[in-house]
Nanobody
Framework: VQLQASGGGLVQPGGSLRLSCAAS????????IGWFRQAPGKEREGVSC????????YYADSVKGRFTISRDNAKNTLYLQMNSLKPEDTAVYYC???????????????????????WGKGTLVTVSS
């Protein structure tokens, strides 16, 4: 059972990246899922999440209108399309999944590390000119 995140890299301000998170050993559609990030010297924060109860999505205010979360059930993969990237988006990005059938998407993004069942290893996104 694992989550494998990929797609990070170095991008200039204003650029775009798409992160992927491939799940194996379990079905993503059965779980609340999301993307989290941790910048140097800061706590991990929820960026965008999907509720398993109704499929609703949540975006942190800092990324609203720029990032889009999506899921491909056929590929058992979660995505995060990131546009108009800013230097403050620089962080290690993690995907996570948790068995929380009644949680809202905000609940999912507000959870701490121990509240999710599976975490990917993270992929580094650096936004710099």
């Amino acid at each position: 059972v694992q989550l494998q995140a990929s797609g990070g890299g170095l991008v200039q301000p204003g650029g775009s990246l798409r992160l992927s998170c491939a799940a194996s050993g379990f079905t993503l559609d059965d779980y609340a899922i999301g993307w989290f990030r941790q910048a140097p010297g800061k706590e991990r924060e929820g960026v965008s999440c999907i509720s398993s109860s109704d499929g609703s999505t949540y975006y942190a205010d800092s990324v609203k209108g720029r990032f889009t979360i999506s899921r491909d059930n056929a590929k058992n993969t979660l995505y995060l399309q990131m546009n108009s990237l800013k230097p403050e988006d620089t962080a290690v990005y993690y995907c996570a999944a948790g068995a929380h059938p009644t949680w809202s998407s905000l609940d999912v993004c507000s959870v701490n590390y121990y509240g999710m069942d599976y975490w990917g290893k993270g992929t580094l996104v650096t936004v710099s000119s």
